[in-house]
């Protein structure tokens, strides 16, 4: 199975082929996420900044709270979306200032789905 978007560009596949597996997509969107020891923690609140197949980045004021390594459930809903998209993953890159990156973890065939048919909106 391939995770190609329709719609992608050269540009973005010479740019982002060094440094990620997946081009990532403008989305500013809110996001809600759980971090740290406990996922039944409290919500806390961000911005999307991209998304792409491999994972997220979120700009959020709490974000000194979140350390490389942290794993972290993502929800978020953006137009074209009939429902909340949750996803999960590990903290690549986590900066007080400027948020943190996640690498998704596997996915269901479903929030595969529904991720990809988001990118291709995203792309189009």
């Not at 403008?26 to 961000?46: M, T």
């Amino acid at each position: 199975m391939s995770d190609v978007i329709y719609g992608e560009t050269f540009e973005v596949g010479y740019l982002w082929g060094k440094r990620r597996r997946f081009p990532r997509y403008d989305l500013i969107v809110p996001v809600g996420f759980f971090c740290g020891e406990s996922l039944a923690s409290q919500v806390e609140r961000g911005l999307c900044r991209d998304i792409g197949m491999g994972g997220i980045g979120v700009l959020s004021p709490v974000a000194a709270g979140v350390k490389l390594h942290d794993v972290v459930s993502v929800q978020l809903s953006a137009h074209g979306l009939d429902e909340t998209l949750r996803l999960y993953g590990i903290v690549v890159y986590a900066d007080p200032e400027q948020g943190f990156g996640l690498q998704f973890a596997d996915f269901t065939p479903r929030t595969r789905v529904r991720l990809k048919q988001l990118l291709i909106l995203l792309a189009t």
